[in-house]
């Protein structure tokens, strides 16, 4: 037997989903195994997986289902290589001094900033006053804001100097690569090609690509949102209640397991699980309106997760990278109607390998407002799932979460 439903995932849950395409580009990772992905129609969609040993002709020698699912979700953290151990005391000790000095220049560069364009507003005042012509005004004040100018630029390069010894200090501590970009997506184009020019030549084999992935999915360098490069709209965590994206799955890859992986692929998912989360699942949509107790009282009402499926579904999104299209970020799956932002996937019948679902996902009328079916049905594409990208609150206590999904061309949109 070859095939194996992950009966404990639901397709038509925007975290379920990543959690099926997280697996499957994990498991393809395994040159020596040829591994297909399906979908299977029952109370709801559960994945269905193709695994065959290229060596033995076959995925293994199965004693019971027990012992199959054990095998998959020890191979699963295999390739994760979780849990992973903790980084010694002294060490993130190091970091979190390094981290703290990144602060405090970072408060001293937005005082000095801030103090500057105090100054130069003062100065359109007093030119003004002084009847002083427009192009001469702006020379004015330029000539006598030099030195708080100079003092923003100096405050700016010990920042970023700050930042970067940081960066250097994080890359020792971390579990993946491409966690040394720092704590959250916030990243400046220079420390993207920092990390990404080290992995262009070691990434170009197929079994080697796992870092350039997730590059390729996180930032579009060459779109900007102020002085960072703009991160993929998967980003929820953003340090709101001190929770960070990347700092998040370094967390993650420390305490999940072959057993919790065991338990989100093949039963019920119970979300018991404390913190560390990224917000992917509709019920963690924890607005006033939608619960009976404060939200905000984490002690009564605690926030709640699934672990396991946290760290598959981030392995999920390198199947969805981002791109600059004419100036604007455009991320795989998303598209906007009403000025509001939704993602969109499909679900199939007939086993495809990640490349071919790679390729599906990336299919333009998937993010249309009323997708053709009878194109999508030809393509083997049985059903098109669809929510909304909820932002809550304003900066910096805005949050970010999925709304229940409902089949395209149906709903809100």
């Given amino acids: 037997m070859n095939e194996i439903v992950f009966e ?19 498991l393809s990772e395994r040159v020596d195994i040829d591994v297909k992905l399906s979908w299977k129609t029952t109370t709801g969609y559960q994945p269905v997986f193709y695994l065959k040993n290229l060596e033995k002709d076959e995925f293994s020698e199965i004693i019971s289902l027990v012992g199959e699912r054990k095998k998959i979700a020890a191979l699963l953290a295999d390739i994760l290589g979780v849990p992973k151990i903790r980084i010694s005391e002294k060490q993130t000790d190091k970091t979190a001094k390094a981290d703290a000095v990144v602060q405090k220049k970072k408060k001293e560069l937005v005082a000095s900033d801030k103090k500057y364009k105090q100054k130069v507003r003062d100065l359109m005042r007093e030119g ?56 959250t997506l916030s990243i400046t184009p220079l ?32 779109v900007m949102d102020g002085d960072k490069a703009k991160a993929t709209p998967f980003c929820f965590v953003t340090g709101s209640g001190h929770q960070y994206f990347l700092e998040t799955i370094g967390k993650l890859m420390e305490i999940v397991d072959a057993s919790r992986i065991e338990r989100c692929l093949f039963y019920p998912w119970t979300y018991d699980d404390k913190q560390f989360s990224l917000r992917w699942a509709p019920v963690e949509d924890r607005r006033y309106a939608l ?6 009282d984490t002690k009564r009402n605690p926030s709640k997760t699934n672990w396991a499926a946290n760290l598959l579904a981030y392995n999920g999104i390198r199947l969805l990278p981002v791109a600059d299209m004419g100036g604007k970020l455009v991320a795989t799956g998303f598209s906007e109607f009403n000025g509001q932002d939704f993602f969109s996937w499909p679900i199939w019948q007939g086993f495809i390998d990640v490349n071919s679902v790679r390729s599906l996902l990336s299919l333009a009328t998937l993010r249309e407002l009323s997708p053709d079916r009878k194109q999508l049905n030809k393509r083997g594409i049985i059903e098109v799932f669809r929510c909304r990208r ?24």
């Fill in 390 to 413: 909820l932002r809550v609150g304003t900066p910096p206590l805005v949050k970010f979460n999925f709304s229940t999904a409902l089949p395209a061309g149906l709903g809100e949109w």
């Fill in 291 to 296: 619960m009976w107790t404060d939200p905000g």
């Fill in 128 to 183: 003004k006053q002084h009847e002083i012509q427009k192009d001469a005004l702006k020379t004015w004040v330029e000539d006598r804001s030099r030195d708080s100018r100079e003092a923003v630029d100096k405050q700016r390069h010990n920042y970023s100097a700050a930042r970067m010894a940081w960066l250097s200090e994080l890359k020792k501590t971390v579990h993946s690569d491409e966690l040394s970009l720092g704590k």
């Fill in 8 to 26: 404990g995932i639901d397709g038509s849950n925007p975290l379920g989903f990543l959690t099926a395409i997280g697996a499957l580009s994990l």
């Fill in 191 to 222: 420390e993207y090609r920092r990390i990404a020019e080290d992995v262009v030549n070691s990434s170009i084999c197929h079994n080697n690509r796992r870092l350039a992935d997730f590059l390729a999915a996180f930032v579009a360098e060459s």
